[in-house]
């Protein structure tokens, strides 16, 4: 894209005052001049942008007299003018209003058009607005950018917005200048290729937390599934057995008992896929062959399972310090007492009780303590200043001590229960025994990986050896 194109500037938008420079002074180099069709929220910010980043702006409308307050600096022509004028032009309007384009095709000749339309749904069009517009305008070069930022963002900044621009094309030239643009506005640009990509570009604004939806699925279950076995065995049963109307520990028992469970299940389904992977690894004996799809889907997913994990390890901590001040529970501590008041005796100290309930509560503090920096660290801003080896260290090493810390604080919750018979009810085991069946699975197959024998197998795996490589082959024989 040739320089003189893009800076050319039609007698329309020229200014009529001439700044006069000293003797021996070089006149400063003219700003770039860009236009904009369309004059919505994010026309306006997009100008703003611009003109803080030192180019100059023209808009092209239909009422250039009466288009609404435009950013200071800024000027207001005809479609045809702001065409002529501007070498790159940023096409701000809806889809529906492209029509008026086509008769525009002879000004629009060999320029740049920044499409940064989107649309209401998924495949309300049989093609994506980028190529619609190329098919109606073939002379020039349409770039499909901007399309996944916001008029609030332009208007605060990349500090506060999604600094990333997606952008594709099919001219190189066309996609190299809308790129450094970019740059010189603070963005970052990740090109995703030819303009067949502009219905993935449109479609990205319309998918509300795509990476969120498997791990959310994954819990909203989980939550359902022990919340209604707990609601059967605890409250249903109490009721229909015993004849008692034990409903309002709901609100706090049975949760307190859901929260738990579902964390440290999801906080073992972040570690379980490296696991499996491993093992097919070393089944495979090489690295280079891909994973099945649901793998690979579950393994992208790991920093999300994480953090909704750490979401219900604290609503477990904050249930658990509200248990003293419970009516019922300050109810049947002063019932007891008063027993005992009545009946003139007193409780034994028992060491074992003492031991293991301090250490329940010492397991489950540690184990809170690392699931919080393992949170803190998957944030961007702390991730960022970890080199790979620090975040593998704690994301990793640490991750396995807190499965451990976790499952042992549940081991010693449970303690001798699953040896009472009255604890079956209605012949069904305990929730927190199914809650140990994924984290005892986890551990006993990550021993068997750390196995000197195993370890080493898999070091040299996934350093490019490979079990069935032609050329160790060879070496061996010779």
Known sequence: MSADRLSSV???VKPESVLLHPLGTAAAPEQELLCIFGTG??????????LQSGYRVVYGSRRPHSCGPLPLGAQATSHEAAAQSAGVVFICIHRGHYDFLETLAPQLEGKVLVDVSNNLKKNIYPEANA???QRLIPGAHVVKAFNTLSAWGLQNGPSDANRQVFLCGNSAEAKQAVAEMSTKLGLT???KGSLSAARELEDFPLQLFPEWRLPLRVAVGLTAFFFFYLLIRDIIYAYVVQGKDVSFRIMVSLANKVFPIVSLIMLCLCYLPGVIAAFLQLYRGTKYRRFPDWLDRWMLCRKQLGLIALGFAFLHVLYTLVIPIRYYVRFRIAEHTISQIKENTTSVFDTTTAWRADSYYSMGILGFGLFILLGITSLPSVTNALSWREFSFIQSKLGYLTVFFCTFHTYLYGWSRFLNPSSYKWYTPQAYLLSLVVPSLLIVLKLLLLLPCVDRSLIRIRQGW?????????????
Not at 41 to 50: A, H, K
Not at 466 to 478: T, V
């Open 10 to 12: 039609s007698k329309e």
């Open 41 to 50: 929220d994010l026309g306006r910010s997009l100008g703003q942008r611009l």
């Open 131 to 133: 190529e619609y517009l």
């Open 189 to 191: 640009v990740l090109d």
């Open 466 to 478: 490979e079990r069935n490589d032609p050329e160790d082959s060879s070496a061996k024989a010779l």
